[in-house]
Protein backbone atom coordinates (compact mmCIF):
# COMPACT_ATOMS: atom_id res chain seq x y z
CA UNK A 1 0.00 0.00 0.00
CA UNK A 2 1.43 3.66 -0.89
CA UNK A 3 2.09 6.13 1.78
CA UNK A 4 -0.71 8.08 0.40
CA UNK A 5 -3.26 5.48 0.58
CA UNK A 6 -2.03 4.58 3.58
CA UNK A 7 -2.28 8.10 5.20
CA UNK A 8 -6.03 8.15 3.27
CA UNK A 9 -6.58 5.08 5.17
CA UNK A 10 -5.61 6.37 8.73
CA UNK A 11 -6.84 9.90 8.43
CA UNK A 12 -10.12 8.56 7.84
CA UNK A 13 -9.88 6.28 10.99
CA UNK A 14 -9.31 9.05 13.40
CA UNK A 15 -11.65 11.83 14.86
CA UNK A 16 -10.89 14.06 12.01
CA UNK A 17 -11.43 12.55 8.79
CA UNK A 18 -10.82 14.12 5.32
CA UNK A 19 -13.44 17.17 5.10
CA UNK A 20 -16.15 16.27 2.49
CA UNK A 21 -16.48 19.00 -0.32
CA UNK A 22 -19.35 21.64 0.41
CA UNK A 23 -22.72 21.77 -1.48
CA UNK A 24 -22.07 24.43 -4.30
CA UNK A 25 -24.56 26.59 -3.14
CA UNK A 26 -25.30 26.48 0.72
CA UNK A 27 -26.84 29.48 0.61
CA UNK A 28 -30.83 28.65 1.73
CA UNK A 29 -32.83 31.86 1.75
CA UNK A 30 -36.75 32.38 1.00
CA UNK A 31 -37.70 34.45 -1.60
CA UNK A 32 -33.99 35.47 -2.45
CA UNK A 33 -32.01 34.82 -4.69
CA UNK A 34 -28.50 32.91 -3.79
CA UNK A 35 -25.15 34.04 -4.81
CA UNK A 36 -23.67 33.44 -7.98
CA UNK A 37 -21.12 30.83 -7.30
CA UNK A 38 -17.66 31.87 -6.41
CA UNK A 39 -15.83 28.41 -6.80
CA UNK A 40 -16.39 29.00 -10.43
CA UNK A 41 -15.02 32.63 -10.58
CA UNK A 42 -11.93 31.62 -8.61
CA UNK A 43 -8.14 31.71 -10.01
CA UNK A 44 -6.11 28.16 -9.92
CA UNK A 45 -4.19 29.99 -7.44
CA UNK A 46 -7.06 31.27 -4.94
CA UNK A 47 -8.35 27.64 -5.40
CA UNK A 48 -5.34 25.97 -3.96
CA UNK A 49 -5.20 28.42 -1.44
CA UNK A 50 -8.38 27.65 -0.08
CA UNK A 51 -7.83 23.86 -0.47
CA UNK A 52 -5.03 24.36 1.41
CA UNK A 53 -6.75 26.07 4.42
CA UNK A 54 -9.40 23.51 4.40
CA UNK A 55 -6.54 20.63 4.06
CA UNK A 56 -5.10 21.83 7.47
CA UNK A 57 -8.36 21.66 9.40
CA UNK A 58 -8.00 19.13 12.05
CA UNK A 59 -4.07 18.91 12.26
CA UNK A 60 -4.52 20.45 16.11
CA UNK A 61 -2.44 23.29 14.82
CA UNK A 62 0.92 21.09 13.41
CA UNK A 63 1.02 22.80 9.80
CA UNK A 64 -0.34 26.15 8.79
CA UNK A 65 -1.83 26.45 5.37
CA UNK A 66 1.97 28.76 4.45
CA UNK A 67 3.95 25.95 5.49
CA UNK A 68 1.71 23.46 3.13
CA UNK A 69 2.31 25.36 0.77
CA UNK A 70 6.11 26.41 0.82
CA UNK A 71 6.65 22.86 0.93
CA UNK A 72 5.69 22.52 -2.62
CA UNK A 73 7.28 22.13 -5.49
CA UNK A 74 6.74 24.49 -7.87
CA UNK A 75 5.78 21.40 -10.46
CA UNK A 76 2.88 20.40 -7.56
CA UNK A 77 1.07 23.66 -7.99
CA UNK A 78 1.25 23.05 -11.51
CA UNK A 79 -0.75 19.45 -10.93
CA UNK A 80 -2.68 21.20 -8.96
CA UNK A 81 -4.26 23.89 -11.09
CA UNK A 82 -5.03 21.37 -13.73
CA UNK A 83 -7.84 18.94 -10.73
CA UNK A 84 -10.73 20.25 -10.48
CA UNK A 85 -10.17 19.28 -6.71
CA UNK A 86 -6.96 19.88 -5.34
CA UNK A 87 -8.01 19.46 -1.50
CA UNK A 88 -7.41 15.54 -1.56
CA UNK A 89 -3.77 15.79 -2.67
CA UNK A 90 -3.33 18.62 -0.10
CA UNK A 91 -4.74 16.40 2.70
CA UNK A 92 -2.69 13.89 2.47
CA UNK A 93 0.50 15.74 1.84
CA UNK A 94 -0.32 18.06 4.80
CA UNK A 95 -0.58 14.34 6.84
CA UNK A 96 2.34 13.44 5.63
CA UNK A 97 3.96 17.06 6.56
CA UNK A 98 2.61 16.54 9.82
CA UNK A 99 4.39 13.00 10.18
CA UNK A 100 7.53 13.80 9.25
CA UNK A 101 7.54 16.57 11.86
CA UNK A 102 6.52 14.04 14.90
CA UNK A 103 9.55 11.59 13.54
CA UNK A 104 12.00 14.57 13.40
CA UNK A 105 10.85 15.17 16.68
CA UNK A 106 11.48 11.58 17.73
CA UNK A 107 7.61 10.74 18.37
CA UNK A 108 6.28 8.03 16.03
CA UNK A 109 2.63 9.49 14.31
CA UNK A 110 -0.58 8.24 14.65
CA UNK A 111 -1.06 4.83 13.35
CA UNK A 112 2.13 4.08 13.73
CA UNK A 113 1.87 1.31 16.65
CA UNK A 114 3.18 -1.76 15.64
CA UNK A 115 6.57 -3.16 16.41
CA UNK A 116 8.75 -3.53 13.44
CA UNK A 117 12.40 -3.80 12.71
CA UNK A 118 14.06 -2.52 10.07
CA UNK A 119 17.82 -3.93 9.32
CA UNK A 120 19.61 -0.64 10.07
CA UNK A 121 18.09 1.09 13.25
CA UNK A 122 16.49 -2.33 14.79
CA UNK A 123 13.18 -2.39 16.59
CA UNK A 124 10.98 0.38 15.93
CA UNK A 125 7.36 1.43 15.42
CA UNK A 126 5.58 0.99 12.11
CA UNK A 127 2.31 1.41 10.38
CA UNK A 128 2.45 -2.62 10.44
CA UNK A 129 4.75 -5.46 12.10
CA UNK A 130 6.64 -5.64 9.23
CA UNK A 131 10.73 -6.19 8.69
CA UNK A 132 12.23 -3.79 6.39
CA UNK A 133 16.00 -3.04 5.05
CA UNK A 134 15.80 0.74 5.79
CA UNK A 135 12.46 3.01 7.65
CA UNK A 136 11.52 6.05 7.87
CA UNK A 137 13.35 6.45 11.14
CA UNK A 138 16.96 5.76 9.31
CA UNK A 139 16.96 9.83 8.80
CA UNK A 140 16.25 9.76 12.79
CA UNK A 141 19.61 7.34 13.19
CA UNK A 142 21.49 9.41 10.65
CA UNK A 143 21.45 12.43 12.17
CA UNK A 144 21.17 11.03 16.03
CA UNK A 145 17.71 11.63 16.67
CA UNK A 146 15.88 9.71 19.01
CA UNK A 147 14.02 6.91 17.53
CA UNK A 148 10.74 5.89 19.70
CA UNK A 149 11.36 1.65 20.69
CA UNK A 150 8.75 -0.81 21.13
CA UNK A 151 8.68 -1.70 24.74
CA UNK A 152 10.16 -5.40 24.28
CA UNK A 153 13.25 -3.19 22.94
CA UNK A 154 13.96 -1.64 26.07
CA UNK A 155 16.07 1.08 24.41
CA UNK A 156 15.39 4.95 23.39
CA UNK A 157 18.05 6.15 21.14
Not at 6 to 31: C, M, N, R, Y
Not at 127 to 155: D, E, F, M, Q, T
Request: hydrophobic share 40%; glycine share 8%; charged share 20%.
Amino acid sequence: MSWLAQALEISQKQAHPLPTKPPKDPFVSFGSTPPANSEEKKTPHERITVAAAEAVKGLSGHITAATLLSKLASEDFTDLEARADPLPFLRSFAIACVWTDFRRDGIAPPGWDQPGHCDKCGPVYLWAGIHVAGCPWCWNRLHGVKIPRPPSAGVVL
